[in-house]
């Protein structure tokens, strides 16, 4: 087996990719027509990539059978052409989920306490101690969250350690979850707006989230508010953004631009460059060592399950099913046989699952089951679930969408 590393990865990962027995071509600066010319020669059969896009003439002219993303999202993968090619994508997710919490915390404090412009004053001779004396503070404000994964979930964490509420909106979270998470919940992301004095966005760009925070969302927002994008620029409609920073005062944290380049040193030029709110860094999220370090393992372990048993851990491009009419969450203690438990009575109960999500709350003592189900559970079929000693409670609601 050829695994092809078209991107920059840690020499662990190398050297566990290597201890897999597979050939590693680690060609870090391939892109554009020169990363199709070396999937051709090479015949590689994985492809791992960070940044570098991956497109429909790469890959049809490869004879790849996965691709690996070393991070979370796969908006640089044509994933419609991978598919049509039988190609498997997929992708690291979680693994760089405290750094992009952690920079996101830092561009909060950044907005509210204009650190880039005290260094930049400084830097210049001027002591303006009068003019930077003067922000709001965050204990005991709101902060809002769209987006409930597992990044969402460390910015509860650090939420509490500032002593701030935290309200939120997200696909999966259902009131129980809410509640096991101590959070307040919202309908939509408007709600979230009105509600919050920081804002930050957590979700992956798809056809559904691509400007999903539009201008219903800004005009929502709270005047002298905080809203901070660690996520995919294109989530945003840029010129909602822009109105919102001039005409209520809105100060950004922003560490995803619109045509941002896609080299690591380049130039950039947008619409919120230079504008006096935006507080930027450079799409450095996941750029820590320790997240690298995670992300280079889960890669070694990705490789090894294909190449073992030609099946991976979270492809992206599997067909979601649709049949799913009613979700169940449960929830218990974090115990071995519990899922079984559960899986084993709607097994006898003739329910299939379509998919499932185990979430470990803090503290790693319990935690919340959602299983997405193609029929409305029976009482009798609950009552059956609930006789396991774990299982605190379970419940089955009609699912409605998003």
């Given at each position: 087996m050829k695994v092809l590393v078209a991107d920059k990865f840690e020499s662990t990962g190398r050297e566990g990719l290597t201890r897999l027995g597979v050939e590693v071509l680690y060609e870090p600066d391939l892109s554009g027509p020169k990363l199709t010319e070396r999937l051709a020669e090479t015949e590689a059969t994985v492809l791992v990539v960070r940044s570098t896009?991956?497109?429909?003439?790469?890959?049809?002219?490869?004879?790849?059978?996965?691709?690996?993303?070393?991070?979370?999202?796969?908006?640089?993968?044509?994933v419609r052409a991978a598919s049509e090619q039988g190609i498997m994508v997929t992708n690291c997710p979680g693994k760089?989920?405290?750094?992009?919490?952690?920079?996101?915390?830092?561009?909060?404090?950044?907005?509210?306490?204009?650190?880039?412009?005290?260094?930049?004053?400084?830097?210049?001779?001027?002591?303006?101690?009068?003019e930077y004396s003067q922000s709001r503070g965050l204990y005991g404000r709101?902060?809002?969250?769209i987006g409930t994964g597992k990044i969402a979930q460390e910015m509860i964490t650090r939420a509490r350690a500032f002593g701030m509420n935290v309200v939120a909106f997200g696909r999966w979270l259902t009131p129980d979850l809410a509640a096991g998470l101590?959070?307040?919940?919202?309908?939509?992301?408007?709600?979230?707006?009105?509600?919050?004095?920081?804002?930050?966005?957590?979700?992956?760009?798809?056809?559904?989230?691509?400007?999903?925070?539009?201008?219903?969302?800004?005009?929502a927002m709270r005047p002298n508010s905080i809203f901070v994008n660690t996520s995919r620029a294109e989530v945003v409609m840029q010129d909602a953004l822009f109105e919102a920073l001039t005409t209520k005062n809105i100060r950004a944290g922003l560490d995803v631009?619109?045509?941002?380049?896609?080299?690591?040193?380049?130039s950039y030029s947008g619409p919120l460059q230079s504008h006096p709110n935006v507080y930027a860094?450079?799409?450095?999220?996941?750029?820590?060592?320790?997240?690298?370090?995670?992300?280079?393992?889960?890669?070694?372990?990705?490789?090894?399950?294909?190449?073992?048993?030609?099946?991976?851990?979270?492809?992206v491009n599997v067909k979601r099913a649709v049949a799913a009419t009613h979700l169940l969450v449960v929830r218990h203690l974090d115990r071995v046989g519990v899922l079984a438990h559960v899986?084993?009575?709607?097994?006898?109960?003739?329910?299939?699952?379509?998919?499932?999500?185990?979430?470990?709350?803090?503290?790693?003592?319990?935690?919340?089951?959602?299983?997405?189900?193609?029929?409305?559970?029976?009482?009798?079929?609950?009552?059956?679930?609930?006789l396991n000693p774990n299982i605190f409670d379970a419940r089955s609601f009609a699912m409605t969408g998003d």
């Open positions: 896009t991956v497109d429909k003439d790469a890959i049809h002219a490869s004879k790849l059978g996965l691709i690996i993303r070393a991070g979370a999202g796969v908006n640089t993968i044509d760089n989920s405290q750094a992009v919490a952690e920079l996101a915390w830092g561009l909060i404090i950044a907005a509210d306490r204009r650190i880039s412009d005290n260094v930049a004053d400084l830097r210049q001779g001027v002591w303006n101690k009068k709101t902060l809002g969250l101590q959070i307040g919940r919202a309908s939509n992301a408007t709600e979230v707006a009105m509600m919050s004095d920081v804002i930050s966005v957590h979700v992956a760009l798809t056809p559904e989230t691509k400007g999903m925070l539009d201008s219903r969302f800004f005009d631009f619109e045509g941002e380049p896609e080299v690591a040193v380049g860094t450079h799409h450095i999220g996941a750029s820590t060592d320790q997240a690298q370090e995670a992300i280079a393992q889960e890669v070694v372990t990705i490789v090894r399950e294909y190449r073992n048993k030609g099946q991976v851990p979270n492809v899986l084993g009575v709607l097994k006898d109960e003739g329910i299939n699952v379509q998919e499932m999500e185990n979430i470990v709350l803090s503290g790693a003592s319990s935690a919340i089951a959602q299983m997405s189900v193609d029929r409305a559970l029976s009482e009798d079929a609950l009552l059956k679930v609930k």
